[in-house]
């Protein structure tokens, strides 16, 4: 996995300067996913720790398992792409920032499974008390790959669930963390 780490203004409603973070899974397995992302110096603990996850529905609902699968190519234009850890459920990671810290969900891409049909599928953003922020509702992903662009903030915890079932893969998921003012 790639994580691509730049210093960047603060955009909409961020209201310090945020860094970027592009997570692109080619070549690397998400179920080692379990990442702390620092300040720019890397001297202050971490600000946001993402994780992953599989659940059986979106929403709240059980977890079955507390991994991702991972398919190196097949998916549309994508190289390297998280797939749900179980057939016919839906994956999830979860960004939590620390205390004083807000997280802003800025895009990703989605893609069908070899073969390229289009595909029913959907994806959806939950703050932490389950509320949902975005979604993309019931929807056909097709072509090469399906770029989507949220910009949902919030300071809590922030839940990303895509799915359908192992058909569709996500990748290019870029986020921003910032401090909130206080």
Not at 10 to 25: E, G, S
Not at 30 to 45: N, S, V, Y
Not at 152 to 157: A, E, F, H, M
């Amino acid at each position: 996995m790639d994580w691509k780490c730049l210093a960047l203004p603060a955009l909409l409603a961020l209201p310090a300067p945020a860094n970027a973070v592009t997570i692109d899974f080619s070549g690397y397995h998400p179920d080692l996913l379990d990442q702390r992302i620092r300040d720019d110096e890397g001297d202050l603990p971490p600000i946001l720790d993402v994780t992953s996850q599989t659940r059986a529905y979106f929403g709240n609902s059980t977890v079955v398992s507390f991994d991702l699968g991972w398919a190196a190519t097949g998916y549309g234009l994508l190289s390297g792409v998280a797939i749900p850890g179980s057939p016919l459920s839906v994956g999830e990671f979860i960004f939590d920032p620390a205390p004083g810290y807000a997280v802003r969900l800025s895009s990703f891409e989605l893609a069908t499974r070899p073969g390229g049909a289009p595909r029913e599928g959907m994806a959806s953003i939950y703050d932490a008390a389950w509320n949902l922020l975005w979604t993309t509702g019931p929807t056909t992903i097709s072509g090469p790959r399906t770029f989507y662009l949220p910009e949902v903030t919030t300071n809590g915890t922030l839940y990303l669930q895509w799915g359908e079932g192992r058909d569709i893969g996500i990748d290019s998921i870029t986020f921003f963390v910032a401090e909130v003012a206080p």
